[in-house]
């Protein structure tokens, strides 16, 4: 087969001018070409991916599968948790190729998420056609991923190692891919990190045995692998291209809202800077106020000062006066109790003044009665007199009777009475029955008309005598 003809094998194939559904970031962008082209050419019944991460091989498997309507399944096994090499990754990663799964290759793709060891018992012996290793990249644990998945490959299948060109970082597949080149048909690209092509058996199809057959050292080797890292180069630079202009686009976008803050935050530094320079004015103004009242306040402290010494002066004062105070106190005190003696004192004699004035206010009680027993007399008094008044011409007819009578009466008491001795004008005497004179009196001496009368009893007869 000349390179002419392998050549219309590669190039000829129509999957190697598509373009990708899905791309991430990945350094297996590169290998996408050839991962449209070997499924375009294997037509495999069964994919597994050891490795997935954000899913950019694995898409690229499937995206061929359903544009080819090829009846296979596909399957993507990883932790989606990361490793050492590939780095450790939060649960979101697994939920972007979950919903991109789901959306578009549901029918035939499933992601299993689990470790490779846990994933193999998931598949029976000589059923997988296509498998690719992308896991940890230490020697133990790729050639532990080769061997253990080994049964599950059916006799003619094709695998595939990334990273067989990465020799930092304890990467190590390179070192086994080279002791598998001395068992197998094999074929690699060196570029996007390195992916080895590895023939299990006899390969039916004629492009991948053509392609398996290129001699390395040949320039149609360097053709091969160029042609396919051109054509993943455009990829790789459109998807970079893309990055960056996402990027640029997210870069001005915070450009624009850092611009946009820049103007926000410049109209409030301008209202800050009036609000400052009004402030600054005012401050000048404050600062004018607070010389006067510096000013105003040295005058006060001066008149403090002297307000003080007066103070002293007066303070001396009241100590002298609060001393006197003190010795006006004490004295005071010993007047408290003469003066509580004096009280003491008084409060006995009022006690006595108050019992001579009760005693005196009976005095006057007895007193007062004593006036009205006399005013009563009096009041009888008047009545004779108006009845000596009243009879005055009535006792004149009678006045010869008197004499008469008086003379009888004379010699009839007393013989030896003296002549300036007369009877009492107000003797009464029963003209009718020509009866003993009665004496008209109440007291025992008493005024009648001006005349005092002194009465005294001789055998039985009231006499009475003198003015």
Same mark, same amino acid.
């Given at each position: 087969?000349?390179?002419?003809?392998?050549?219309?094998?590669?190039?000829?194939?129509?999957?190697?001018?598509?373009?990708?559904?899905?791309?991430?970031?990945?350094?297996? %962008?590169?290998?996408?070409?050839?991962?449209?082209?070997? %499924?375009?050419n294997?037509?495999?019944?069964?994919?597994?991916?050891?490795?997935?991460?954000?899913?950019?091989?694995?898409?690229?498997?499937?995206?061929?599968?359903?544009?080819?309507?090829?009846?296979?399944?596909c399957?993507?096994?990883?932790?989606?948790?990361?490793?050492?090499?590939?780095?450790?990754y939060?649960?979101e990663?697994?939920?972007?190729?979950?919903?991109? &799964?789901?959306?578009?290759?549901?029918?035939?793709?499933?992601?299993?998420?689990?470790?490779?060891?846990?994933?193999?018992?998931?598949?029976?012996?000589?059923?997988?056609? +296509? +498998?690719?290793?992308?896991?940890?990249?230490?020697?133990?644990?790729?050639?532990?991923?080769?061997?253990?998945?080994?049964?599950?490959?059916?006799?003619?299948?094709?695998?595939?190692?990334?990273?067989?060109?990465?020799?930092?970082r304890?990467?190590?597949?390179?070192?086994?891919?080279?002791?598998?080149?001395?068992?197998?048909?094999?074929?690699?690209?060196?570029?996007?990190?390195?992916l080895g092509?590895?023939?299990?058996?006899?390969?039916?199809?004629?492009?991948?045995?053509?392609? +398996?057959?290129?001699?390395?050292?040949?320039?149609?080797?360097?053709?091969?692998?160029?042609?396919?890292?051109?054509?993943?180069?455009?990829?790789?630079?459109?998807?970079?291209?893309?990055?960056?202009?996402?990027?640029?686009?997210?870069?001005?976008g915070?450009?624009?809202?850092?611009?946009?803050?820049?103007?926000?935050?410049?109209?409030?530094?301008?209202?800050?800077? &009036?609000?400052?320079?009004?402030?600054?004015?005012?401050?000048?103004? #404050?600062?004018?106020?607070?010389?006067? &009242?510096?000013?105003?306040?040295?005058?006060?402290?001066?008149?403090?000062?002297?307000?003080?010494?007066?103070?002293?002066?007066t303070?001396g004062?009241?100590?002298?006066?609060?001393?006197?105070?003190?010795?006006?106190?004490?004295?005071?005190?010993?007047?408290?109790?003469?003066?509580q003696?004096?009280?003491?004192?008084?409060?006995?004699?009022?006690?006595?003044? #108050?019992?001579?004035?009760?005693?005196?206010?009976?005095?006057?009680?007895?007193q007062?009665?004593?006036?009205?027993?006399?005013?009563?007399?009096?009041?009888?008094?008047?009545?004779?007199?108006?009845?000596?008044?009243?009879?005055?011409?009535?006792?004149?007819?009678?006045?010869?009777?008197?004499?008469?009578?008086?003379?009888?009466?004379?010699?009839?008491?007393?013989?030896?009475?003296?002549?300036?001795?007369?009877?009492?004008?107000?003797?009464?005497?029963?003209?009718?029955?020509?009866?003993?004179?009665?004496?008209?009196? &109440?007291?025992?001496?008493?005024?009648?008309?001006?005349?005092?009368?002194?009465?005294?009893?001789?055998?039985? #007869?009231?006499?009475?005598?003198?003015?």
């Open positions: 087969m000349n390179e002419k003809t392998v050549t219309n094998y590669l190039s000829g194939k129509e999957s190697f001018f598509w373009t990708p559904d899905y791309v991430d970031t990945s350094a297996w %962008i590169e290998h996408i070409p050839f991962a449209f082209w070997i %499924i375009e294997l037509m495999p019944k069964m994919v597994v991916e050891l490795g997935v991460h954000n899913g950019t091989s694995y898409f690229s498997f499937c995206q061929a599968v359903k544009r080819l309507n090829i009846d296979a399944l399957f993507g096994v990883d932790t989606w948790k990361g490793d050492e090499h590939s780095g450790f939060e649960e990663v697994f939920g972007k190729v979950m919903d991109h &799964n789901g959306q578009k290759y549901s029918r035939f793709s499933t992601l299993i998420k689990s470790t490779f060891d846990e994933a193999k018992d998931y598949f029976i012996d000589g059923s997988i056609d +296509l +498998l690719h290793i992308d896991g940890m990249h230490t020697y133990e644990s790729v050639r532990h991923d080769f061997e253990t998945w080994l049964p599950k490959l059916t006799p003619n299948a094709i695998v595939l190692f990334h990273d067989i060109n990465v020799r930092d304890n990467f190590a597949v390179f070192r086994f891919w080279e002791e598998l080149k001395q068992k197998y048909r094999h074929f690699q690209f060196d570029f996007g990190h390195g092509i590895l023939a299990m058996g006899e390969v039916a199809s004629e492009e991948i045995s053509a392609l +398996l057959n290129t001699n390395k050292a040949g320039e149609y080797y360097i053709f091969l692998r160029n042609l396919f890292s051109d054509r993943g180069s455009a990829f790789k630079n459109k998807f970079d291209a893309s990055m960056l202009l996402k990027h640029e686009r997210e870069k001005f915070m450009q624009a809202k850092t611009l946009s803050q820049v103007t926000e935050n410049q109209v409030v530094l301008q209202s800050n800077y &009036n609000q400052l320079l009004e402030n600054y004015n005012q401050l000048g103004e #404050n600062n004018k106020e607070l010389l006067a &009242n510096n000013d105003r306040l040295l005058e006060s402290n001066k008149d403090l000062a002297e307000k003080n010494t007066q103070m002293q002066e303070c004062e009241l100590a002298e006066s609060n001393k006197k105070l003190q010795e006006t106190s004490q004295s005071a005190d010993s007047d408290k109790i003469k003066y003696a004096s009280v003491t004192e008084l409060s006995e004699k009022l006690t006595v003044a #108050n019992s001579s004035l009760n005693k005196m206010i009976k005095e006057l009680s007895d007062k009665s004593t006036i009205e027993e006399l005013n009563t007399l009096i009041q009888k008094q008047d009545q004779v007199l108006r009845w000596y008044k009243d009879t005055y011409e009535n006792r004149s007819i009678i006045g010869v009777l008197k004499e008469k009578f008086r003379s009888r009466l004379k010699k009839k008491l007393n013989p030896d009475i003296p002549k300036d001795m007369y009877i009492s004008n107000n003797i009464a005497a029963d003209d009718s029955a020509g009866g003993p004179a009665t004496i008209l009196t &109440n007291s025992r001496n008493g005024k009648i008309n001006n005349k005092r009368y002194q009465f005294k009893s001789g055998q039985g #007869n009231v006499i009475s005598t003198g003015q």
